[in-house]
């Protein structure tokens, strides 16, 4: 992950100097049509698409696809083996947590809680790193100076530990949650933004629109944002896999979804005692944890190799 990030701001600003919408053979295609036949032969972009529809269907359903309620307990069924261990049960196919409480169910629930939150959060720090990334790379001067104060101190402070410290002082939800870690994540935003708005602002057609007469916000908003969509859709899909892994630590560390709430980190968290006796309890929400990222990270690689393209010579 951390090598697409490095790679991400130089094949973003190629993508603003090299006109897209040519195949191999040099035929002209427009940029939308080049992109859907680039994505029909990009294995990573499907495979990831497809995982994260899977899981998409089973959040936005779980209320009817789970069997069992999330919240009910019984101590009667505490520690459940899963299904095809000695001892497991058709009826809780992957056993039950230490208050009975169904883990099939409670997965399921947390896909709904891990989207939302990672969704939640990449969006505002979508909002507030374009933003801040487009007046400076467009304005410049003092305006650019300030906003280059701003980053730096936002990366003079650990996210992590500034989410922990918000979040124990606010106080725990998932909406606190989402804003939380929103706020803390738009400087990557603002960098590619910033430095693809630093091009285009030199070329042809924000001249003729500025001799049009058009005011300097009209050509930002109107002109130079429209083109920096694919470099935004990127940047998303990857703090979208970064919120969720946030999350995922803070509820681990007691500081992000509070109980009962079916948190997959919280779920790792109250199995961790049981790790050596029980380890499904750890490794399932683990599991889940781990493909709903590598599913999002394979679908921003596959975005980016769509959608940027590099003229070869």
Not at 74 to 87: A, D, H, I, K, Y
Not at 129 to 140: K, M
Request: glycine residues 10%; hydrophobic residues 55%; charged residues 10%.
């Amino acid at each position: 992950m951390m090598t697409t990030r490095q790679t991400l701001s130089d094949a973003s600003i190629a993508s603003v100097e090299t006109p897209p919408g040519h195949d191999e053979a040099g035929l002209g295609l427009s940029p939308t049509m080049a992109a859907l036949k680039r994505a029909r032969k990009h294995h990573g972009l499907k495979i990831g698409f497809g995982i994260l529809l899977v899981m998409a269907v089973f959040a936005l359903f779980a209320p009817w696809l789970a069997p069992h309620d999330p919240y009910m307990q019984n101590l009667s069924l505490r520690m459940l083996p899963p299904v095809w261990t000695e001892g497991g049960s058709w009826e809780y196919l992957l056993g039950t947590d230490h208050l009975g409480r169904d883990y099939l169910s409670r997965l399921i629930h947390g896909a709904r809680i891990s989207m939302t939150i990672g969704l939640g959060a990449a969006s505002i720090g979508a909002v507030i790193g374009v933003t801040l990334g487009l007046i400076a790379g467009y304005f410049g001067g003092w305006i650019d100076q300030a906003v280059n104060f701003l980053v730096t101190c936002q990366l003079a402070v650990p996210s992590l530990l500034l989410i922990m410290a918000l979040v124990f002082v606010i106080g725990q939800s998932v909406t606190v949650v989402i804003f939380v870690i929103g706020a803390t994540h738009w400087v990557f935003y603002l960098v590619v933004t910033r430095s693809a708005t630093l091009r285009l602002r030199e070329l042809d057609f924000v001249a003729a629109a500025n001799a049009m007469g058009c005011s300097k916000f009209q050509i930002a908003v109107r002109e130079v944002l429209p083109n920096l969509v694919n470099q935004i859709m990127v940047i998303f899909t990857l703090e979208v896999a970064v919120a969720i892994l946030n999350e995922a630590t803070l509820s681990f560390l007691g500081l992000g979804i509070p109980s009962p709430l079916p948190s997959w980190g919280l779920m790792i968290a109250e199995g961790k005692t049981a790790m050596f006796f029980q380890p499904w309890l750890v490794i399932l929400p683990g599991i889940a944890l781990f493909i709903l990222v590598i599913a999002i990270n394979l679908l921003g690689d596959g975005v980016r190799d769509v959608t940027v393209t590099n003229r070869r010579n």
